[in-house]
């Protein structure tokens, strides 16, 4: 069959001269962007650009901030025009998958509250350990400076180094670490790992923060897909909220389905509220937990998403990083902490457009 003239202009159009995503920042060696601008990106809702100003300017207190932003970051303390600042030093990225795809996904994650005491008894009887003392990390940027990113774990038996004990292992025969408090929900516990920080509420009245210090090593997996592998939910029924509906009324099998996720996360006290891998306060509905391989910590960011069944449109940053985070447009919202967070968090899974913004070089 021959193509007509309009129907080869048509190919042309729509796959000969289509545009790719490339590799065009040295600040990101590894991300595929495509260069925009703010007329173009979704329309702001209602933008609080002083607030912007002051969290970016809280951003800027760390090393990966400044090394991404340097002469701004002391342009920001001046500015007296937050939104002017904004638009006329920055410029968004559009950021894709190698492939070209622009669309990814946003959840949500919140500051977990738990009760707990600093004794154990009929009552309190779960755990929250501090780092293990025999637990070993590995960093092997030294020798293989690819793998700066990982790290090796595990424990000294004999002369080797073997992988450390998994979920399962570690409640049979017990973790050699401290116990920072005892809490009185296991499957609490467990989303405590998910969450990664923690508002403890004592027996005693007080409070204690915690916070997310290390892991066992082993690989972080989902339990909600396990539950739709075995048939007790549906995929698109999966929230925190149906998984713990489930585990409450399947009390005989929260074993089995929590040690499906063989990782194990060990905790510390902190003096402060939910705290991100950047070593910032995390604010909610600003922070957001991404895969440092592909966005660096300490970036300001613009997404486009639903969140609580409304379009979101702002301006976020990058605080955090979590074990579920993977791939380039993927994103985890930080919604704060109490009930009303752990809800939105738990229903959150929308669709995700994400932007960095980088400042703008100058026209030669």
């Known amino acids: 069959m021959k193509l007509t003239l309009l129907s080869l202009l048509i190919i042309l159009l729509f796959f000969g001269c289509s545009q790719k995503p490339k590799i065009i920042l040295e600040e990101l060696p590894k991300t595929y962007l495509y260069e925009s601008d703010f007329e173009y990106l979704p329309k702001f809702n209602n933008e609080n650009y002083d607030d912007i100003l002051e969290n970016f300017i809280n951003s800027c207190r760390t090393k990966k901030a400044k090394k991404l932003y340097g002469p701004l970051c002391i342009k920001a303390k001046k500015t007296l025009d937050a939104k002017k600042f904004l638009?006329?030093?920055?410029?968004?990225?559009?950021?894709?998958?190698?492939?070209?795809?622009?669309?990814?996904?946003?959840?949500?994650?919140?500051?977990?509250?738990?009760?707990?005491?600093?004794?154990?008894?009929?009552?309190?009887?779960?755990?929250?350990?501090?780092?293990?003392?025999?637990?070993?990390?590995?960093?092997?940027?030294?020798?293989?400076?690819?793998?700066?990113?990982?790290?090796?774990?595990?424990?000294?038996?004999?002369?080797?180094?073997?992988?450390?004990?998994?979920?399962?292992?570690?409640?049979?025969?017990?973790?050699?670490?401290?116990?920072?408090?005892?809490?009185?929900?296991?499957?609490?516990?467990?989303?405590?790992?998910?969450?990664?920080?923690?508002?403890?509420?004592?027996?005693?009245?007080?409070?204690?923060?915690?916070?997310?210090?290390?892991?066992?090593?082993?690989?972080?997996?989902?339990?909600?897909?396990?539950?739709?592998?075995?048939?007790?939910?549906?995929?698109?029924?999966?929230?925190?909220?149906?998984?713990?509906?489930?585990?409450?009324?399947?009390?005989?099998?929260?074993?089995?389905?929590?040690?499906?996720?063989?990782?194990?996360?060990?905790?510390?006290?902190?003096?402060?509220?939910?705290t991100g891998a950047l070593g910032l306060e995390l604010t909610p509905r600003r922070s957001v937990a991404v895969d440092r391989s592909f966005i660096p910590l300490g970036s300001m960011l613009y997404l486009s998403a639903d969140v609580d069944a409304k379009k979101e449109n702002r301006i976020v940053f990058a605080q955090d990083t979590g074990g579920a985070i993977k791939g380039a447009v993927r994103a985890d919202l930080f919604l704060g902490s109490g009930d009303a967070a752990m809800q939105s968090a738990g229903k959150l899974k929308s669709d995700l457009q994400l932007w960095i913004l980088m400042p703008k070089k100058e026209k030669r």
């Not at 002369?159 to 296991?186: F, M, Q």
Request: aromatic share 12%; charged share 30%.
């Open 87 to 274: 638009l006329e030093n920055f410029t968004p990225y559009q950021i894709a998958t190698k492939e070209g795809t622009t669309n990814g996904l946003l959840t949500g994650y919140y500051e977990a509250e738990l009760f707990a005491s600093k004794q154990k008894n009929q009552k309190y009887k779960y755990p929250i350990y501090e780092t293990p003392k025999d637990l070993i990390v590995v960093n092997l940027a030294s020798i293989y400076p690819e793998l700066k990113k990982y790290r090796l774990r595990g424990r000294i038996k004999g002369n080797k180094l073997i992988p450390y004990d998994t979920r399962e292992e570690s409640k049979d025969k017990g973790v050699n670490a401290d116990v920072i408090c005892y809490c009185d929900s296991e499957v609490d516990r467990f989303f405590l790992e998910i969450q990664g920080s923690g508002r403890v509420t004592l027996d005693d009245g007080s409070t204690m923060f915690i916070g997310y210090d290390n892991q066992n090593g082993h690989r972080y997996r989902a339990i909600g897909r396990y539950l739709v592998k075995i048939g007790a939910l549906k995929l698109e029924d999966v929230s925190l909220q149906s998984i713990k509906a489930w585990l409450k009324s399947h009390p005989k099998r929260v074993n089995e389905v929590l040690n499906y996720n063989q990782s194990l996360v060990y905790f510390k006290e902190r003096k402060q509220g939910a």
